[in-house]
């Protein structure tokens, strides 16, 4: 009878062993979805509610971070499975009304953004938790265990005592799986929910095709290539222009429409003008499979930079580089808003190769803005580089960077942050010192 009991308890845990799924999906199932966009001259995010259950009501609001009087903001959600859409209107404010649509089926989905004259089209997807093997394990071993146990009680009655103990041995088992799986579900994999994408499985060598300049990858989807334009292709000072970037894959040649929210976007867009005097943090709209346009205007002539951070599904974080230049003879005035700050910096006089704290105050209570309370670009005076840090949480009026530079020379730097219904810029340059000539 120990034998046989052995025998059991061991195809039990085999059984909770093969309960695990194949793969796991890195999506989160009733989290809201936030989307940053650079639409009708102003700064928004898109706010889509985590749904529960389909069919459902999906929730979408529209933040604004600076100032709009009664935006509207045409919503379309379509279903790519089956084309049907479904239509309604959010308003955007600084505390947005959420508008209601319905949600027929999980999967992929397209929401088209339309305010003033542009249009966006963004992806997502619909997730909905589904009843998973563990649960069912739990349950199902509980409910034998008690058929068990009521048998062999039955069965003891009948004075039937060989057949009572197997009975009381199988009752153990059915409670013995139960207990490992609650023990043990924190440590499996979670299940894909309803409307997960399918798992592929990576391709070494992927990234072959990619060429230097994209950066190819070893493993996944390599890395995008990306050619930046204007429209007009020589845009002049104080005109609206079109800035545009094409993403194509690599390998294949074809357009790459498998980016994912990073910080809350599809893609931050850096533009600031040769001298540092202009910047913009912009985010870009999805005009088509692979294309992402935003429109704007700069204040004088001259060259201008442009770095985009996106990332593919599958790949990683990559940043792609262009210019272009504005033609004008004088400055048609500043466009950014900008406040005047003195960082403190440790050390005071930053070193290549080394962390260096910046703190600064600001001038109101900072809000969340892209997922983080402040935002610190920094670009190198030439224009080679460029890097983009996060505030490190600190309570009060008060922004904390931590930021090491690459090597000695100027930087200009530009700490954001949003406060009220607004988003604040603070310019500065710092000098860093080569590490030798630090001792």
Not at 9 to 22: E, I, Q, S, Y
Not at 183 to 196: N, R
């Amino acid at each position: 009878m120990i034998r046989v009991l052995r025998v059991l308890c061991l195809a039990a845990v085999l059984m909770l062993a093969g309960a695990a799924p194949a793969a796991a999906h890195n999506v989160t199932v009733g989290a809201d979805l936030r989307i940053a966009q650079t639409i009708a001259g102003t700064e928004l995010t898109i706010v889509i509610k985590g749904t529960k259950r389909v069919p459902g009501p999906l929730q979408v609001g529209v933040i604004a971070f600076q100032p709009v009087t009664d935006l509207p903001v045409a919503l379309e959600l379509r279903s790519v499975a089956d084309g049907r859409t479904v239509t309604g209107v959010a308003r955007a404010a600084y505390e947005p009304q959420y508008t209601q649509l319905t949600v027929d089926r999980t999967g992929p989905h397209e929401l088209t953004l339309r305010a003033g004259n542009e249009t966006a089209v963004v992806p997502f997807r619909v997730l909905v938790d589904r009843g998973s093997a563990i649960e069912l394990l739990i349950y199902g071993g509980l409910l034998v265990a008690a058929l068990l146990m009521i048998g062999g009680l039955l069965t003891g009655a009948l004075a039937r005592r060989n057949q009572a103990m197997l009975l009381s041995g199988g009752a153990a088992i059915g409670l013995t799986v139960a207990a490992m799986v609650v023990i043990f579900e924190p440590l499996l994999p979670a299940a894909p929910p309803d409307g997960a994408p399918p798992t592929v499985a990576p391709t070494v060598g992927a990234g072959a095709g990619a060429g230097a300049a994209s950066g190819a990858q070893t493993g996944g989807r390599p890395f995008a290539q990306g050619r930046m334009a204007t429209l007009p292709a020589r845009p002049a000072a104080g005109e609206e222009f079109t800035l545009r970037l094409d993403l194509v894959d690599g390998s294949t040649g074809r357009p790459v429409d498998d980016l994912v929210l990073h910080h809350e976007a599809l893609a931050h867009v850096i533009v600031t003008s040769e001298d540092g005097r202009y910047f913009r943090h912009i985010h870009p709209l999805r005009t088509a499979p692979g294309r992402l346009e935003v429109k704007m205007r700069a204040d004088r002539p001259g060259r201008y930079l442009a770095y985009a951070e996106l990332e593919r599904e599958d790949s990683g974080g990559q940043l792609i580089t262009g210019e272009f230049s504005i033609s004008g003879d004088t400055s048609v005035g500043a466009e950014t808003p900008v406040e005047t700050v003195t960082p403190l910096m440790q050390p005071a006089a930053p070193v290549a190769g080394r962390p260096t704290t910046i703190e600064l105050n600001t001038s109101g209570t900072p809000r969340p803005w892209l997922g983080m309370t402040g935002h610190l670009i920094v670009r190198s005076q030439d224009g080679t580089f460029l890097g983009h840090v996060h505030e490190m949480g600190t309570p009060g009026p008060r922004l904390r960077f931590t930021f090491s530079f690459p090597s000695a020379g100027r930087y200009l730097a530009w700490a954001q942050y949003a406060t009220g219904d607004h988003i604040v810029t603070a310019p500065f340059t710092i000098n860093v010192t080569a590490s030798g000539a630090a001792q």
